[in-house]
């Protein structure tokens, strides 16, 4: 893997010296799917210096892996197999901090890309405003994790996706360009899209430094309406039923019995039905009048439910929810149409058998389709791979797509992965040369994928 | 054209569909910006994608640059033919494909009416969400190439929020599928990407995007303000005040009065400055305490009168002035320049107060309809093209009303794209590193730069050269 490349360490040393000692330390590479070892973490200062490293990583050809909060880059590439490439350098924006051009009447600011989510929605929130990304690992998550990753959460169903928020980034790309691409407005048509293409990128085309983000009115109601069910099966066959009533539901989702340790938390536990192997939870964001009409509605589509939660509540047991589906050794996303969510279930169940799936965990989006199971031993055993390659098979055939999102690589050398055509992988290869002519970011790309 | 290519094409979609009688021609020499015109050297109507795909691989292998056409409402000259250009219409290709009411979602053709998809989606309690006032005649293909709003984005978003798949055909004829609900590779953003791509990258023959439930109700009031900057200012305060409304436009007196004189008056009073609408739409529920508290801030912030629509037919008589507004100017000049900005909203007072000065200092009549509740600005200069001076004033306000909503924080365009028309302005609001990126992507997606030449970006920005920066 590392054939023809020079010796990193020569490059290293520059780049500490450019930094001075105090902006690097060593730390251990974040997660499973790494081939876990120690790796130089630097912290650039400010805009100058990323330029600078940059510039040092283009002549000594390093590998630069950006980091936030560590959530996100070392999850597996999409594409073909082998492992990630490992950096030579892991760079933290953690110094990219804070929130700008804030005017809550314009319902946008500019946070850097060190910012946690939290520290933003704080911000936001005192002037009744709210920021509706929500991707797992939440409110730790930081804002140029959830621009490189462009995951979304469970709010997507209501609010849109990641890209649809972010209306302007800030980034020094592989050539060492200082590029602030779109704007601050909520409509901006000004030249190609490259805020789209960065968005969800995976760092392959630079360091970002910052992001502009479209807020939201936050709702005089947050209410979260749960019930418990005593099937998984059941809970995704009534959530199907849920995401068909004639409203956009903001959120919508089934969770198996750890999701639900949040909410058991949120009201106390105890009742009929504690410690349910499932639940559907819906959160309504919205006017009283409004939120008043929608409960009405869904109880008479599913009953009573098992409890609701109010404000503070309701968000921290989405917060819960979503903490909970960062963690795990090895974790698959699987995505079909959103009406053959309950199929995608059993699919799953078949393939992993029951064993697997008990000890691991499930999440699911009726509304979207998309299916997310983690686990410490998802995929553990000498049969995974065979397992893994049936799972993909078999939602292949009802038109979706699987893929791994962190998992170990002896696992994850049976799935195939998605194949893009030629033409496609293209696309990809000439457009991440045109930023990165040095391959200093590999990012979201395997060695020899293409 | 030679006789030799001519042949081609007709060999690949039959002697109806290709045209090159001059007469014919002329339809398509200009688009909804009516002071460019560029005839093309022929117009070729593909009636499905692989005939598409043969087209573009001809014009592709016989060097020759081609541009999609939907209905050419375009405002940004984006569909002309420029340098001699072939144009591709769409206009065969108007078939929606697939309505998926359990998925939420249709496939349909890039020549399908924008307004004819909701159509065909309503009966099954759905609907496709971006509305360009264009709606009764753009094509989806249109809106994906431009990233089209429309008066209702600011609750619902724009195009590019709602395409989830795109089959591509790149600008060598080669046929892709990018995206699709359902799937997910994990790779790069190459639909979102693509969108607002001002057919650049290749022309979308198939489009996937996302519908919504219908709203169970609207609500819609008109508040009458007697200064322009008023209306503006109350559209601040109804989005401080928590309420994200499904629209809020505004027309000023210009625009009134010519709506008022056409064949579709609506009714509004002729002695005001600025008319505002505020429409909530959802679940009835809680609209009529929306409506309220909107009409509340409309009053409080100066209103002389706000009139709320008792029902549908009111409210499609509020909407029908603000829809046709552009079409109404057609009575008070021979030309219009429909501009496209975007300012912070909390700067719209400051800056419509500016354009405003700009339009008396060269001596030109401009009317303002605009999106608003996005911050996004439509000053219409108002001349007549046959007289080159006022022409060259309308230049020179329209650079400067560009500088004034760069310099609030906004940008050259919100929804009518680059296109031919703004080129010029580009450079002002991107830096030169952002436009060698751009020129980058271009050249990524068509190397051999024959797919819509001569748009978006300016002359001479060009991709890095030299073969060690390659």
């Given at each position: 893997?590392?054939?023809?490349?020079?010796?990193?360490?020569?490059?290293?040393?520059?780049?500490?010296?450019?930094?001075?000692?105090?902006?690097?330390?060593e730390?251990?590479?974040?997660?499973p799917?790494?081939?876990?070892?120690?790796?130089?973490?630097?912290t650039?200062p400010?805009?100058?210096?990323?330029?600078?490293?940059?510039?040092?990583?283009?002549?000594?050809?390093l590998?630069?892996?950006?980091v936030?909060?560590?959530?996100g880059?070392?999850?597996l590439?999409?594409?073909?197999?082998?492992?990630?490439?490992?950096?030579d350098?892991?760079?933290?924006?953690?110094?990219?901090?804070?929130?700008?051009?804030?005017?809550?009447?314009?319902?946008?600011?500019?946070?850097?890309?060190?910012?946690?989510?939290?520290?933003?929605?704080?911000?936001?929130?005192?002037?009744?405003?709210?920021?509706?990304?929500?991707?797992?690992?939440?409110?730790e998550?930081?804002?140029?994790?959830?621009?490189?990753?462009?995951?979304?959460g469970?709010?997507?169903?209501?609010?849109?996706?990641?890209?649809?928020?972010?209306?302007?980034?800030e980034?020094?790309?592989?050539?060492?360009?200082?590029?602030?691409?779109?704007?601050?407005?909520?409509?901006?048509?000004?030249g190609?899209?490259?805020?789209?293409?960065?968005?969800?990128?995976?760092?392959?085309?630079?360091?970002?430094l910052?992001?502009?983000l479209?807020?939201?009115?936050?709702?005089?109601?947050?209410?979260?309406?749960w019930?418990?069910?005593?099937?998984?099966?059941?809970?995704?066959?009534?959530?199907?039923?849920?995401?068909?009533l004639?409203?956009?539901?903001?959120?919508?989702?089934?969770?198996?019995?750890?999701g639900?340790?949040?909410?058991?938390?949120?009201?106390?536990?105890?009742?009929?039905?504690e410690?349910?192997?499932?639940?559907?939870?819906?959160?309504?964001?919205?006017?009283?009048?409004?939120?008043?009409?929608?409960?009405?509605e869904?109880?008479?589509?599913?009953g009573?439910?098992?409890?609701?939660?109010?404000?503070?509540?309701?968000?921290?047991?989405a917060?819960?929810?979503?903490?909970?589906?960062?963690?795990g050794?090895?974790?698959?996303?699987?995505q079909?149409l959103?009406?053959?969510?309950?199929?995608?279930?059993?699919?799953?169940?078949?393939?992993?058998?029951?064993?697997?799936?008990?000890?691991?965990?499930?999440?699911?989006?009726?509304a979207?389709?998309?299916?997310?199971?983690?686990?410490?031993?998802?995929?553990?055993?000498?049969?995974?791979?065979?397992?893994?390659?049936?799972?993909?098979?078999?939602v292949?055939?009802?038109?979706?797509?699987?893929?791994?999102?962190?998992?170990?690589?002896?696992?994850?050398?049976?799935?195939?992965?998605a194949?893009?055509?030629?033409?496609?992988?293209g696309?990809?290869?000439?457009?991440?040369?045109?930023?990165?002519?040095?391959?200093?970011?590999?990012?979201?790309?395997?060695?020899?994928?293409? | 054209?030679?006789?030799?290519?001519?042949?081609?094409?007709?060999?690949?979609?039959?002697?109806?569909?290709?045209?090159?009688?001059?007469?014919?021609l002329?339809?398509?020499?200009?688009?909804?910006?009516?002071?460019?015109?560029?005839?093309?050297?022929?117009?070729?109507?593909?009636g499905?994608?692989?005939?598409?795909?043969?087209v573009?691989?001809?014009?592709?292998?016989?060097?020759?640059?081609?541009?999609?056409?939907?209905?050419?409402?375009?405002?940004?000259?984006?569909?002309l033919?420029?340098?001699?250009?072939?144009?591709?219409?769409?206009?065969?290709?108007?078939?929606?494909?697939?309505?998926?009411?359990?998925?939420?979602?249709?496939r349909?053709?890039?020549?399908?009416?924008n307004a004819?998809?909701?159509r065909?989606a309503?009966p099954?309690?759905?609907?496709?969400?971006?509305?360009?006032?264009?709606?009764?005649?753009?094509t989806?293909?249109?809106n994906?190439?431009?990233?089209?709003?429309?008066?209702?984005?600011?609750?619902?978003?724009?195009?590019?929020?709602?395409?989830?798949g795109?089959?591509?055909v790149?600008?060598?004829?080669?046929?892709?599928?990018?995206?699709?609900?359902?799937?997910?590779d994990?790779?790069?953003?190459?639909?979102?990407?693509?969108?607002?791509s001002?057919?650049?990258?290749?022309?979308?023959?198939?489009?996937?995007?996302?519908?919504?439930?219908?709203?169970?109700?609207?609500?819609?009031?008109?508040?009458?303000?007697?200064s322009?900057?008023?209306?503006?200012?109350?559209?601040?305060?109804?989005?401080?005040?928590?309420?994200?409304?499904?629209a809020?436009?505004?027309?000023?007196s210009e625009?009134?009065?010519a709506?008022?004189?056409?064949?579709?008056?609506?009714?509004?009073?002729?002695?005001?400055?600025?008319?505002?609408?505020?429409?909530?739409d959802?679940?009835?529920?809680?609209?009529?305490e929306?409506?309220?508290?909107?009409?509340?801030?409309?009053?409080?912030?100066?209103?002389?009168?706000?009139?709320?629509?008792a029902?549908?037919?009111?409210?499609?008589a509020?909407?029908?002035?603000?829809k046709k507004a552009?079409?109404?100017?057609?009575?008070?000049?021979?030309?219009?320049?429909?501009?496209d900005?975007?300012?912070?909203?909390?700067?719209?007072?400051?800056?419509?107060?500016?354009i405003?000065?700009?339009?008396?200092?060269?001596?030109?009549?401009?009317?303002?309809?605009?999106?608003?509740?996005?911050?996004?600005?439509?000053?219409?200069?108002?001349?007549?093209?046959?007289?080159?001076?006022?022409?060259?004033?309308?230049?020179?306000?329209?650079?400067?009303?560009?500088?004034?909503?760069?310099?609030?924080?906004?940008?050259?365009?919100?929804?009518?794209?680059v296109?031919?028309?703004?080129?010029?302005?580009?450079?002002?609001?991107?830096?030169?590193?952002?436009?060698?990126?751009?020129?980058?992507v271009k050249?990524?997606?068509?190397?051999a730069?024959?797919?819509?030449?001569?748009?978006?970006?300016p002359?001479?920005?060009?991709?890095?050269?030299?073969?060690e920066?390659?």
């Amino acid at each position: 893997m590392t054939g023809g490349r020079p010796d990193p360490e020569p490059g290293v040393e520059r780049i500490q010296t450019l930094l001075g000692g105090a902006a690097a330390r060593e730390v251990v590479l974040p997660g499973p799917g790494s081939e876990t070892g120690r790796c130089l973490e630097v912290t650039p200062p400010d805009l100058d210096a990323v330029q600078a490293l940059v510039r040092v990583a283009r002549e000594e050809r390093l590998r630069l892996r950006p980091v936030g909060a560590g959530a996100g880059l070392h999850l597996l590439p999409p594409w073909g197999s082998g492992p990630v490439p490992e950096p030579d350098l892991l760079v933290s924006l953690r110094a990219f901090q804070g929130v700008k051009d804030y005017e809550p009447a314009d319902l946008t600011l500019r946070a850097g890309a060190g910012a946690t989510l939290d520290s933003v929605e704080q911000t936001v929130a005192v002037h009744g405003q709210m920021l509706p990304l929500d991707p797992p690992g939440a409110g730790e998550v930081t804002i140029g994790g959830v621009v490189a990753m462009g995951t979304a959460g469970p709010l997507v169903t209501g609010f849109g996706r990641p890209r649809d928020q972010v209306l302007g980034l800030e980034m020094v790309d592989g050539r060492g360009r200082h590029l602030a691409l779109g704007g601050r407005v909520v409509k901006n048509v000004a030249g190609f899209d490259l805020v789209r293409l960065m968005t969800g990128s995976r760092g392959a085309f630079g360091l970002i430094l910052g992001a502009s983000l479209r807020l939201f009115p936050r709702p005089v109601v947050d209410r979260t309406l749960w019930w418990r069910v005593d099937d998984l099966g059941r809970a995704a066959r009534m959530g199907r039923r849920l995401a068909e009533l004639p409203f956009t539901l903001p959120a919508l989702e089934v969770q198996d019995r750890v999701g639900q340790e949040g909410l058991e938390t949120s009201t106390g536990g105890g009742g009929e039905g504690e410690g349910a192997p499932a639940g559907v939870m819906v959160r309504l964001l919205g006017s009283e009048s409004a939120s008043r009409r929608l409960e009405r509605e869904l109880r008479n589509a599913a009953g009573a439910p098992d409890a609701t939660l109010d404000g503070r509540a309701s968000a921290d047991a989405a917060l819960s929810r979503s903490r909970v589906e960062a963690t795990g050794v090895t974790s698959l996303l699987v995505q079909v149409l959103p009406d053959r969510s309950e199929r995608a279930l059993e699919v799953l169940a078949r393939a992993l058998g029951s064993n697997r799936l008990e000890r691991s965990h499930v999440a699911l989006r009726p509304a979207a389709g998309t299916l997310r199971v983690w686990g410490d031993e998802l995929v553990a055993g000498p049969e995974a791979g065979e397992v893994l390659g049936a799972l993909e098979e078999a939602v292949r055939e009802i038109g979706g797509s699987v893929r791994l999102l962190a998992g170990r690589a002896p696992a994850e050398g049976r799935m195939a992965g998605a194949r893009p055509s030629a033409a496609v992988a293209g696309l990809h290869r000439e457009l991440r040369r045109a930023f990165d002519p040095d391959g200093i970011l590999p990012g979201a790309w395997r060695e020899g994928w293409r | 054209m030679d006789s030799e290519l001519q042949a081609r094409l007709i060999e690949a979609v039959g002697p109806g569909a290709v045209l090159t009688d001059r007469d014919r021609l002329l339809v398509y020499e200009s688009d909804g910006l009516t002071q460019y015109r560029y005839a093309p050297s022929a117009v070729v109507l593909p009636g499905s994608t692989d005939e598409l795909s043969r087209v573009v691989g001809i014009l592709h292998s016989a060097g020759h640059p081609f541009v999609a056409r939907g209905a050419g409402t375009g405002l940004s000259g984006g569909a002309l033919a420029v340098d001699g250009a072939i144009v591709v219409g769409t206009t065969r290709l108007n078939r929606i494909l697939e309505l998926d009411v359990p998925n939420r979602r249709a496939r349909v053709q890039p020549g399908v009416v924008n307004a004819h998809l909701t159509r065909a989606a309503s009966p099954h309690g759905l609907h496709y969400a971006p509305d360009p006032s264009s709606q009764s005649a753009c094509t989806l293909g249109g809106n994906v190439a431009e990233n089209s709003g429309g008066p209702h984005c600011l609750k619902y978003g724009v195009t590019c929020r709602y395409v989830t798949g795109l089959t591509v055909v790149l600008p060598h004829g080669e046929i892709v599928e990018l995206g699709g609900m359902g799937r997910e590779d994990g790779g790069l953003d190459l639909v979102g990407h693509f969108g607002g791509s001002e057919g650049c990258f290749g022309i979308a023959t198939e489009i996937e995007v996302a519908l919504l439930p219908l709203p169970e109700g609207a609500r819609t009031l008109l508040a009458l303000f007697d200064s322009l900057e008023a209306a503006g200012a109350a559209v601040s305060g109804i989005i401080a005040d928590g309420f994200l409304p499904a629209a809020l436009e505004i027309m000023d007196s210009e625009t009134i009065r010519a709506v008022e004189a056409s064949v579709f008056a609506a009714g509004y009073p002729e002695d005001v400055e600025a008319a505002l609408v505020v429409e909530f739409d959802g679940v009835d529920d809680g609209l009529d305490e929306e409506l309220e508290a909107a009409r509340q801030r409309c009053l409080d912030g100066g209103a002389t009168e706000v009139r709320v629509a008792a029902g549908a037919d009111e409210r499609a008589a509020l909407w029908r002035g603000r829809k046709k507004a552009f079409g109404a100017m057609g009575r008070i000049a021979p030309d219009l320049l429909v501009q496209d900005a975007t300012v912070p909203r909390s700067r719209l007072p400051e800056v419509l107060g500016k354009i405003r000065e700009i339009g008396d200092r060269y001596g030109l009549k401009v009317a303002n309809v605009f999106h608003a509740g996005d911050g996004n600005l439509h000053p219409n200069l108002l001349f007549d093209r046959r007289d080159e001076e006022e022409v060259s004033r309308v230049e020179r306000a329209s650079r400067e009303m560009m500088e004034v909503c760069i310099e609030a924080g906004g940008t050259i365009t919100g929804e009518h794209g680059v296109g031919i028309d703004k080129r010029k302005y580009l450079s002002l609001v991107l830096s030169d590193a952002v436009l060698e990126a751009m020129a980058q992507v271009k050249e990524v997606w068509d190397p051999a730069g024959l797919c819509n030449p001569g748009k978006v970006l300016p002359d001479g920005v060009r991709p890095p050269e030299t073969a060690e920066e390659r």
